[in-house]
Each structure stands twice: as C-alpha cells, then as structure tokens.
C-alpha cells in the first residue's frame, strides 16, 4: 500500500500564506520515495485538475505560469516529505490540492493523497 497524505489547507485572506505539507508512506517511503517525481495538483468546482508544481529525484521544478514567483516546492527526502508553500494567494489559487507521487517511466497517472482544501477569501 501506499499512503500520501496532505496537510496544511485552510481559509485564508488574499496576499495570505499557506504551506502544504505531504508525507508518503507505505511502499513509496525510505529510499525509494527520493526516487518519485512529487507533485501537488489542484482542482477547483467544474475545472479539471491542473499540475500545480513537480519536482524530480535530482531536484528540477517545474510550475504553472500562474503560480511561478508565487509558489515554492520542495521535499525532504530524509521526512518523506513533500512541500508547497504558497505565497501571496489569490482567491482564484482556492482548490483542493492533491499530492501526486509518479515513478519515472512507469505508466499511468501514480498515487493521490486525499487532497486539502485551500480556500482564500476576505
């Protein structure tokens, strides 16, 4: 089995900040995690989920326009670890974030955590 769980959603106010934290467990822990692409998607009502960010076993990062000097993310590869600090939020960032964990060149679409809502209101 493997386990991705998000943590770190919530409401906040626009120019506000959240972090979001993902921890593999399971078959994907240990070694082994350092070695998956780690991603956070989002998805928001009558929108189809969008890759957010992604990084790589040697650390190349990848955004969507939208987020790009806005969102960091990062893992720790010793914790499991996957992260996404969101800076400077717009109420359009608000979604439920998914953590994805895909091995290179294995196919289909990996394993999703249960997604976190983040929300960004006044």
């Known amino acids: 089995q493997v386990y991705l769980v998000e943590s770190g959603g919530g409401l906040v106010q626009p120019g506000g900040s959240l972090r979001l934290s993902c921890a593999a467990s399971?078959?994907?822990?240990?070694?082994?995690?350092?070695?998956?692409?780690m991603a956070w998607y989002r998805q928001s009502p009558g929108k189809q989920r969008e890759l957010v960010a992604s990084i790589t076993s040697g650390g190349r990062i990848n955004y969507v326009d939208s987020v790009k000097g806005r969102f960091t993310i990062s893992r720790d590869n010793a914790k499991n670890t996957v992260y996404l600090q969101m800076n400077d939020l717009k109420p359009e960032d608000t979604a439920v974030y998914y953590c994805n964990a895909k091995f290179p060149g294995v196919a289909g679409s990996g394993y999703w955590g249960q997604g976190t809502q983040v929300t960004v209101s006044s």
């Open positions: 399971g078959r994907i822990s240990g070694s082994i995690f350092s070695a998956y692409v």
